[in-house]
Each structure stands twice: as C-alpha cells, then as structure tokens.
C-alpha cells in the first residue's frame, strides 16, 4: 500500500521563486528521503532526514519533518530552471526489511525562466 | 551521477518475446533493487537482493524474474512479454555495511514497450 503522498502532484513557478512540497505517510519511520527525478532519467537522492530530526539544510534545500503529524516539507530557495524535475519522497518501513523504500507519487515541479 | 548502469535504454519487442534488462554496478553494493515505474506515477519495488545468490519478491506482484549470480549484476527477465509489461524498469543499489544504507542509487532506467 502507498506510504507517502506528495502534495501539490503539480507546481509551476517562476524562477527565483520559492518552491515548497509536502509529504504524508502513513506508518511510523526510521527516516525519510527526498529524491529528484528528470524527465526519462533514474532518482537522486537529495537529502535524508531521521525520525529524531526536525529539520535539515543541504544548499537551497530545507526539510522538515514532523512525526506526530507524519508529514515533511521540501522547500527548495530560490528556483533555477535546472530544478525541472519530480520530487518524490520515499520512507523506509519501520520493522520492514532493511532498506526497503515505499515511494510517493511525486510532485512535479515546473520552473519557468 | 551514480555508478550503475542499465542496458537497453529503450527497447520496443513484440508480445511472446523473451527479455532480459541489465543492471550492473561498480560501487560493490550488496542490496539491489528493481522497481517498475509507469509515467507520472510512483515506484513500485518488485524484486530485490540482499546479496549473491539472494533474491526477494517485492511490493508489486511481477511476472519477472530475477538472479544474482555476481555482487555487481542484478538481471531482470521477462519469459514472454505482454503489452501490460509496457513502462519504466529501473534498477538500484545500497550499501547495507554502512551508516548511510539507507540511501539508493538509481541507474537511468530502462523503458520498455510490448507491442
């Protein structure tokens, strides 16, 4: 059964411009991912945030996470037209086997120069 | 860029035909994945491998089959495809002997279409 659910599925924006998306989950976690994908390529992996972490800042990335609502945000600053891609966020399943992610649908993320 | 490879990029096969996608990598990661990805849709696992000679069903029930006879080469097959095995394979590997295994890498995917 999906775990994570990201929200908006779509979002255009202009360049410079903030970005931010949400994830929902279902069942408790060790830790949470962000990944990006371009049009026809495989994921890459953004930023990895832990069940005992409330936030974390790689570059223009910002997450969040919040386990009593089981939710996180991915705020991406100042937008470049490089950051075209799907977003999805994927979680590990707590007790599940190790490694093992459960993936989102995605948000599709559209920055117009 | 991760190193892990999938060959063919694309293939266009009609339906009866036999199919084996590729998947190698050269990180020495023991957990492999492959997981099938239709257009604007989320991922999903359908097999996976703790190491050679492992190999585990995943989340998504698959006609597929696969083999892990080397650490690096993870190969999926299709016995005969039909035009439902139409959409995006894509193959991945972790490193479960460390701290951060929780972390895939992700080969460009292979897509797949069954006429």
């Known amino acids: 059964s999906q775990q994570g659910e990201e929200d908006p599925q779509a979002l255009s924006i202009q360049e410079g411009e903030n970005a931010t998306m949400n994830c929902s989950y279902k069942?408790?976690?060790?830790?949470l991912q962000w990944y990006r994908q371009n049009s026809g390529r495989g994921l890459v992996h953004l930023i990895l945030?832990?069940?005992?972490?409330r936030e974390k800042h790689s570059g223009r990335l910002r997450v969040t996470l919040d386990t009593s609502k089981k939710s996180s945000s991915l705020l991406i600053t100042a937008s470049r037209a490089a950051d075209t891609a799907s977003y999805f966020c994927a979680t590990d399943r707590y007790g599940g086997s190790q490694g093992n992610l459960i993936f989102g649908k995605g948000t599709k993320l559209s920055v117009k120069p | 860029e991760a190193d892990i490879y999938q060959t063919p990029r694309y293939l266009v096969i009609g339906t009866g035909k036999k199919i084996t996608l590729e998947c190698s990598q050269t990180m020495g990661h023991d957990k492999m994945y492959w997981y099938q990805q239709d257009p604007g849709m989320e991922l999903h696992l359908i097999h996976y491998?703790?190491?050679?000679?492992?190999?585990e069903k995943g989340d998504l029930s698959s006609e597929s089959t696969v083999s892990r006879i080397r650490t690096e080469h993870f190969p999926l097959t299709l016995e005969s495809a039909r035009p439902s095995h139409t959409s995006q394979y894509l193959c991945a590997s972790s490193n479960m002997q460390t701290g951060s295994g929780e972390t895939q890498y992700f080969g460009p995917g292979t897509r797949l279409l069954v006429l």
């Open positions: 069942t408790s976690i060790n830790n």
């Open positions: 491998s703790y190491g050679v000679n492992s190999t």
């Open positions: 945030i832990r069940s005992n972490e």
